[in-house]
């Protein structure tokens, strides 16, 4: 079956824009997180969603990035005056709400210049 | 404050040989813990787990290993292939048995197989 799948695959923006990425979780599946991978770091968590709302934002840098899931299936993560530092992997998985397996996406690679 | 950590950031070995990936985690309540594998380009892809209340825990060629008294895991990988070359993440999960929590990930061991 599909896997999860985010778009755009790789965004290249100027510092001060504003952008969306776009996750599409596996069908069925309840939980739905965020994570964020620089460089030779392992992935850092943003925010987890369990259905529509988000049940933990602990791990959101700033209130320039916000999350949505409004109808419990694809989630938008939305940064708003985008900096240098922003420039990462943003990866999304998603999973049941019985098991702790989470299934990720291929990430999207944004590019802040 | 606390993290999960690996000893080894990188590690290269011949095909058919045994390949051993060290993590050492330093929150005694982890609940669950996950060895990730990670292909350049690609997200993480789950490869074995193991919980708490175990010790050791078998797949297929893989094998991971938890010591929780010196809070210490390991990934076993049996007659390396060179498709086994990637970066391996181990990552601890704090939250309740049976529910979906955010997993804490360590910084990576870049595996190499040559061969």
């Known amino acids: 079956g599909a896997g999860v799948s985010q778009t755009p695959s790789n965004k290249v923006t100027e510092k001060g824009k504003y952008v969306e990425l776009r996750c599409d979780p596996i069908s069925g599946h309840t939980a739905l997180y965020w994570y964020r991978q620089s460089l030779g770091q392992g992935p850092e968590f943003l925010i987890y969603?369990?259905?529509?709302?988000?049940?933990?934002d602990s791990g959101l840098p700033n209130d320039r990035f916000f999350a949505v899931r409004p109808e419990g299936s694809v989630s938008t993560l939305k940064i708003q005056r985008t900096e240098r530092g922003d420039s990462a992997v943003y990866l999304c998985?998603?999973?049941?709400?019985?098991?702790?397996?989470?299934?990720f996406g291929p990430g999207t690679r944004l590019t802040v210049l | 404050g606390e993290s999960v950590g690996l000893h080894l950031p990188t590690l290269s070995v011949q095909e058919g040989d045994n390949s051993i990936i060290n993590c050492a985690y330093s929150?005694?309540?982890?609940?669950?813990f996950i060895w990730y594998k990670q292909e350049s380009g690609k997200g993480p892809q789950f490869i074995i787990d193991i919980r708490s209340n175990m010790d050791k825990r078998q797949g297929q060629r893989v094998t991971v290993l938890l010591n929780k008294t010196v809070k210490h895991l390991s990934l076993q990988i049996a007659a390396t292939q060179p498709g086994d070359s990637a970066v391996y993440f181990c990552?601890?999960?704090?939250?309740?048995?049976?529910?979906?929590?955010?997993?804490?990930f360590g910084k990576g061991t870049l595996l190499t197989v040559n061969p």
């Open positions: 929150n005694s309540a982890s609940d669950y």
């Open positions: 998985a998603s999973g049941t709400s019985s098991y702790n397996e989470q299934f």
């Open positions: 969603f369990q259905g529509t709302g988000a049940a933990d």
């Open positions: 990552a601890e999960n704090l939250g309740v048995v049976g529910s979906n929590y955010k997993l804490t």
